[in-house]
């Protein structure tokens, strides 16, 4: 019986635990509901008022659309307008110009006809004036060549006696040139009998001062070997008389 109690105490507790958790889970649900409704509305009335945003956007753009195509309906009046007077202008202008280009080109033609006429005498006269010229050069040709051979003639003789001028000075030069050499050949000797000669003083001299210098040199040995031997005399002298004193004693 008393297993039965808590049994059912326990499972009283647990559906009333149960509930509350429901409740609590109902509560929860109720609240995100409320607050999801809320968002909800919120975000209908931001789409609403995007909507009204774009549509104001929109019907500005139509009515500045408009007013460009108006603006340019109306320049492009204007363009053929001015593109027409244009056209017009530069007709007269083209007419006047070719007008004044024809009556220069009459004037032009005149020109070149009279200037033809005037040709052709000029160009007789010029003809005239060449054929003499021509036959003036032929004859300062003539006078050339027969001064050029007059002058070759003597060019040759010159030449000829400027080549036996060039002969003989070849063999002057030829004749200084061996003569020359003979004379460096001479002091080249003369050169090397004197550096002999001076080699051969230099070295009477070198022997004369070695001479000097053995002499000297023997005579101060001599002195120093002398002075020795007396003085190894004096020693012996006085080591004989050291002798004798003793012997006495």
Same mark, same amino acid.
């Given at each position: $019986? ?15 635990? #149960?509930?509350?958790e429901v409740c609590k889970r109902e509560a929860r649900? /109720? %609240?995100?509901?409320? $607050? ?11 789409? =609403? +008022?995007?909507?009204?945003?774009? %549509? ?15 603006? *340019? ?12 007077? +244009?056209? +017009?202008?530069?007709?007269q202008y083209y007419a006047d110009q070719q007008a004044? /280009? ?5 004037? =032009? ?21 060449? @054929?003499?010229? #021509? ?5 300062? *040709? ?16 010159? /030449? ?18 061996? $003569? @020359? #050499? ?9 050169? &090397? !009998? ?18 000097? *210098? *053995?002499? %000297?040199?023997? #005579? ?10 007396? &003085? ?5 002298? &006085?080591?004989? %008389?050291?002798?004798? &004193? !003793?012997?006495?004693?």
């Amino acid at each position: $019986m008393q297993k039965k109690l808590t049994t059912s105490v326990e499972e009283d507790a647990s559906v009333s635990e #149960h509930y509350n958790e429901v409740c609590k889970r109902e509560a929860r649900a /109720l %609240k995100e509901k409320q $607050m999801l409704e809320q968002q909800l509305r919120l975000d209908r009335r931001e789409r =609403l +008022n995007t909507q009204l945003a774009a %549509k104001n956007t929109h019907t500005k753009a139509q009515a500045e659309l408009d007013e460009s195509q108006a603006e *340019i309906e109306r320049r492009n009046t204007d363009v053929e307008a001015q593109a027409t007077a +244009n056209r +017009n202008q530069d007709a007269q202008y083209y007419a006047d110009q070719q007008a004044l /280009l024809q009556k220069q080109l009459a004037e =032009l033609t005149l020109r070149a006809q009279k200037f033809g006429a005037e040709s052709l005498e000029a160009t007789e006269g010029l003809r005239k004036k060449r @054929l003499k010229l #021509h036959q003036e050069v032929e004859v300062w *040709i003539q006078k050339y060549d027969e001064e050029m051979g007059a002058a070759e003639m003597t060019y040759q003789e010159e /030449l000829a006696q400027t080549q036996q001028v060039a002969e003989e000075l070849r063999q002057c030069t030829e004749e200084q040139d061996s $003569m @020359l #050499h003979e004379r460096l050949e001479h002091e080249d000797c003369v050169r &090397k !009998a004197e550096e002999e000669w001076r080699a051969k003083q230099a070295a009477e001299v070198m022997s004369r001062r070695a001479a000097r *210098i *053995i002499q %000297k040199s023997w #005579h101060v040995y001599k002195v120093k070997a002398d002075a020795e031997k007396k &003085k190894a005399a004096t020693a012996d002298k &006085k080591k004989g %008389k050291g002798s004798a &004193k !003793a012997k006495k004693k």
